[in-house]
């Protein structure tokens, strides 16, 4: 497309790009502005599971799929020089040919949906500092994941605009900014209600005193594996439980052999070629019906 080979031309290296990145950002804190760049160690541009939560609602959207890959490098080489996270905006600064501007406005969640949200995990969430570091049943996390009924945003509550010439659709830019707040949650989980406009206090707050999760089971952390529970009671009691012989590989039976491996070519050869065509025939028959 004409858009992209505007930019072509005017291509900087990794290297180069990185460079006037740093500059751009020394730039930006002389004039007293807190610059906020995303970092990423490694491969992986979240590990939390809110980062990955909101990497992985992003990438369920078709209308992103494609448009998503191409602001992964852009977030892993360091493109995202400032990133910032308020009530219903991201605004942030990303590095290509030039420095550009990225807005994302963000829909805050609907009231409604907020309390029946709420509702909904009455009384499974006593700590917000444990739901901040994902450790709830998956029952509750899955609850608050759900696309449509979730936390997160779906793409029509999601609004951009970048300062690229791209801009009419979702650009590089954008969606470096979007996956580098994935990465922003990793450290700051409580910046998703931020964004959304709500109050997460409400989610530990039993408010109607329907439990309709609380009875799901508990996370991982908060049960003893059924190992302990062996070690506590097992050992003592039975001994060790002798586990059956591994059975000796049995050849496989005649039927899942092939039955005949090549046969020669009958002298009924006429007769072969006339069920071939008319394989064929079928064939051709359902391609059309089913094209
Ligand atoms: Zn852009």
């Not at 599971?49 to 909101?54: D, E, Q, T």
């Not at 990225?102 to 009231?111: D, G, M």
């Not at 309709?212 to 190992?227: I, N």
């Amino acid at each position: 497309m004409a858009r992209d080979d505007w930019e072509w031309p005017r291509y900087v290296s990794v290297a180069e790009r990185r460079r006037k990145a740093e500059r751009e950002m020394k730039k930006l804190r002389k004039k007293g502005h807190a610059v906020s760049p995303v970092t990423i160690e490694g491969r992986a541009i979240a590990t939390s599971f809110w980062g990955k939560a909101w990497c992985k609602n992003l990438e369920d959207y078709r209308d992103y799929e494609s448009r998503l890959p191409r602001g992964r490098a852009y977030v892993r080489n360091g493109s995202v020089i400032d990133l910032q996270i308020a009530p219903l905006e991201i605004t942030a600064m990303v590095s290509g040919s030039s420095i550009y501007q990225v807005t994302i406005r963000i829909k805050a969640a609907s009231k409604a949906g907020w309390q029946v949200l709420c509702q909904d995990c009455a009384g499974a969430i006593d700590s917000l500092v444990e739901l901040l570091q994902g450790r709830f049943s998956k029952a509750v996390m899955d609850r608050i994941c759900r696309q449509d009924t979730g936390l997160f945003p779906k793409p029509s509550e999601i609004r951009f605009d970048c300062s690229c010439p791209d801009s009419a659709s979702m650009c590089k830019h954008v969606a470096a900014a979007l996956y580098g707040v994935g990465s922003r949650l990793d450290e700051s989980p409580e910046l998703l209600f931020r964004l959304r406009a709500v109050d997460g206090n409400d989610l530990t707050t039993n408010l109607s005193g329907a439990m309709p999760l609380a009875k799901q089971a508990p996370a991982a952390e908060k049960v003893l594996a059924t190992e302990d529970l062996s070690a506590l009671f097992g050992l003592d009691m039975d001994g060790p439980v002798a586990s059956p012989a591994p059975r000796p590989a049995a050849p496989a039976p005649a039927a899942a052999r092939p039955v005949a491996t090549r046969t020669r070519a009958a002298p009924a050869a006429p007769a072969a070629g006339a069920a071939r065509k008319s394989r064929a025939k079928t064939a051709a028959r359902s391609t059309r019906t089913t094209a």
